[in-house]
Each structure stands twice: as C-alpha cells, then as structure tokens.
C-alpha cells in the first residue's frame, strides 16, 4: 500500500488550473501501472471532515478531523500488488506524489483471515 503524505502549505499555493495539471498526472501514473498489472485500487482522501477515534478508560472519543493543525496529512493512497520491497519502491519511485513533493509511506498488507460464518 502506497499511503500519500501532503504538505498542506505547498499544496494550498497551487492555483485550479495547476491542480487540474496534477490531477491529470496521477491519472497518467495510475493507467501506467494499472496496465502493467500493478494496481489494485486506490482513492484520494477528501481533504474536508475526518475523525479521530480514540478510547479512554474503556469510553469511546470521536474528535473532528483531519489534523486541521497538522502540516502534513494522509492525502490518498493506492494498493499495489508487487512481489516485494524492491519492486514496490521501484513502481512507486516514479509516483508524481514525489515530484510534487509529498511524501509516500510504503506498507506491506498482512492480509486477514477469512470471518467464520
């Protein structure tokens, strides 16, 4: 799983018309490794609402969200199939996140078992 880190101040200069040109890079990047046989799904994250879940002495907290006061935020993600470390940080190291100068948390998916009827 590719996990998308935004700088929420270099993102809030970019102008709609330079957002559009991003947008459009992504979608570029994403048919590329969706015909390699790479892609597995992925979205982007609205960049408004959100919550935090937390439990305290056994109660439920839910505090709004996303990290408003956060410079960085969780901005999308994309779930890859790659045979390993090395091929996954090869098909994300030409992600256009990087160029845009986002940060990209790569994880492995440890997947769950099945639920027992």
Do not use: N
Request: net charge negative; with cysteine.
């Amino acid at each position: 799983m590719l996990i998308l880190h935004d700088d929420m101040t270099a993102l809030s200069t970019i102008s709609p018309a330079e957002m559009q040109r991003v947008v459009a890079k992504y979608m570029a990047w994403s048919d590329k490794i969706a015909r390699s046989g790479h892609l597995r799904g992925g979205e982007k994250l609205c960049e408004e609402g959100g919550k935090h879940l937390s439990a305290k002495g056994g109660t439920l907290v839910v505090k709004d969200g996303p990290f408003a006061e956060a410079k960085e935020v969780v901005g999308g993600y994309f779930v890859i199939e790659a045979k390993d470390y090395t091929e996954a940080t090869t098909i994300a190291g030409d992600c256009p996140h990087l160029a845009l100068g986002g940060r990209i948390e790569l994880r492995e998916i440890d997947p769950m078992p099945e639920p027992t009827p």
